[in-house]
């Protein structure tokens, strides 16, 4: 890796554009995304070929994808792009005190429930301070958060997240909910397998929350088949309101729109519906400065809910 450091064709931006190629699988869409022509694009990657006497890119029936060389290559220029994105943030905070930019991916669940709350409490304190904030399901949030694509993920610890380091954060009560005339409206709570007798409602189709509900169903000998699949919980809670399902969902999320709609709230009685939320990163050490501060925050905020 040393001689390619002294490259002259070795760069960051010819790493970048590089990243966009592979991400992209075409030139054209590279170059659209980075505001270059796709013709800049292709000298700088050839150079780099020429320059390391190997292959990098491949031509398929899908577009372009990288050699076993080029999936090297990719996996250290995410590395070294995201080191150097994290060193010009860490030194421009000592530069002016606390700003600079955070990118934080969040699954459905947390952003429908604390997370934007306890952002602003952040936000109130270092007003100089941008968090790109965006919703992902938690396969995604983990992938981009392995790649250094963002800066830590908050999502439900149910997930594989080997290799990455973990830090409590909230938690959560699923519950099922059901229109007021429902047959099991007057419960005070239940049980999932007792919900598997119903039409239910699906919400946000592949989530970590539908395969999950997938599997403890077929431990009880059963199928969670939803008739309808909407991908807010919002719209969740109108399909139920329409007598057209019942729906598992959290309830510090749904019980504002519960009581609007008025509908019944559930608990579910089952141990795993407790669900705890963890906030996930490559590693502490590599955070910036104010990643690190909105970590903090974020963990005092949990201990003290």
């Given at each position: 890796m040393s001689q390619w450091v002294m490259s002259a064709a070795f760069d960051p931006i010819t790493l970048r554009l590089f990243v966009a190629v592979c991400e992209e699988g075409n030139i054209a869409r590279a170059a659209q995304r980075e505001a270059i022509v796709a013709s800049a694009i292709s000298k700088r990657i050839a150079a780099l070929e020429?320059?390391?006497?190997?292959?990098?890119?491949?031509?398929?029936?899908?577009?372009?994808?990288?050699?076993?060389?080029?999936?090297?290559?990719?996996r250290q220029a995410r590395a070294m792009l995201s080191g150097m994105g994290r060193l010009r943030a860490e030194l421009s905070e000592f530069a002016s005190g606390v700003h600079g930019s955070v990118r934080v991916l969040a699954s459905i669940s947390v952003l429908s429930e604390f997370l934007p709350d306890d952002l602003a409490g952040f936000l109130s304190q270092y007003q100089a301070v941008r968090i790109s904030l965006e919703e992902r399901v938690s396969s995604e949030i983990v992938r981009s958060v392995r790649e250094g694509s963002a800066d830590f993920g908050v999502l439900w610890d149910a997930g594989d997240m080997q290799g990455l380091q973990t830090l409590p954060y909230r938690a959560d009560q699923l519950c099922l909910l059901t229109h007021a005339e429902h047959p099991l409206a007057q419960r005070q709570s239940i049980e999932f397998i007792d919900a598997l007798d119903h039409d239910t409602v699906g919400v946000v189709p592949g989530s970590i929350m539908e395969t999950m509900l997938r599997r403890y169903a077929a431990m009880a000998g059963r199928q969670w088949v939803s008739r309808i699949q909407v991908s807010t919980l919002d719209a969740a809670c109108r399909i139920v309101a329409a007598r057209l399902g019942v729906a598992v969902l959290p309830r510090e999320a749904t019980e504002p729109y519960a009581q609007a709609l008025g509908l019944a709230v559930l608990p579910l009685q089952d141990a795993w519906a407790r669900r705890r939320f963890v906030i996930c990163m490559r590693s502490i050490e590599e955070l910036t400065a104010t990643a690190r501060l909105l970590v903090d925050h974020l963990q005092r905020q949990a201990v003290g809910s």
């Amino acid at each position: 890796m040393s001689q390619w450091v002294m490259s002259a064709a070795f760069d960051p931006i010819t790493l970048r554009l590089f990243v966009a190629v592979c991400e992209e699988g075409n030139i054209a869409r590279a170059a659209q995304r980075e505001a270059i022509v796709a013709s800049a694009i292709s000298k700088r990657i050839a150079a780099l070929e020429a320059d390391l006497a190997v292959p990098l890119l491949v031509r398929g029936r899908r577009g372009i994808a990288p050699t076993a060389a080029g999936e090297a290559l990719l996996r250290q220029a995410r590395a070294m792009l995201s080191g150097m994105g994290r060193l010009r943030a860490e030194l421009s905070e000592f530069a002016s005190g606390v700003h600079g930019s955070v990118r934080v991916l969040a699954s459905i669940s947390v952003l429908s429930e604390f997370l934007p709350d306890d952002l602003a409490g952040f936000l109130s304190q270092y007003q100089a301070v941008r968090i790109s904030l965006e919703e992902r399901v938690s396969s995604e949030i983990v992938r981009s958060v392995r790649e250094g694509s963002a800066d830590f993920g908050v999502l439900w610890d149910a997930g594989d997240m080997q290799g990455l380091q973990t830090l409590p954060y909230r938690a959560d009560q699923l519950c099922l909910l059901t229109h007021a005339e429902h047959p099991l409206a007057q419960r005070q709570s239940i049980e999932f397998i007792d919900a598997l007798d119903h039409d239910t409602v699906g919400v946000v189709p592949g989530s970590i929350m539908e395969t999950m509900l997938r599997r403890y169903a077929a431990m009880a000998g059963r199928q969670w088949v939803s008739r309808i699949q909407v991908s807010t919980l919002d719209a969740a809670c109108r399909i139920v309101a329409a007598r057209l399902g019942v729906a598992v969902l959290p309830r510090e999320a749904t019980e504002p729109y519960a009581q609007a709609l008025g509908l019944a709230v559930l608990p579910l009685q089952d141990a795993w519906a407790r669900r705890r939320f963890v906030i996930c990163m490559r590693s502490i050490e590599e955070l910036t400065a104010t990643a690190r501060l909105l970590v903090d925050h974020l963990q005092r905020q949990a201990v003290g809910s």
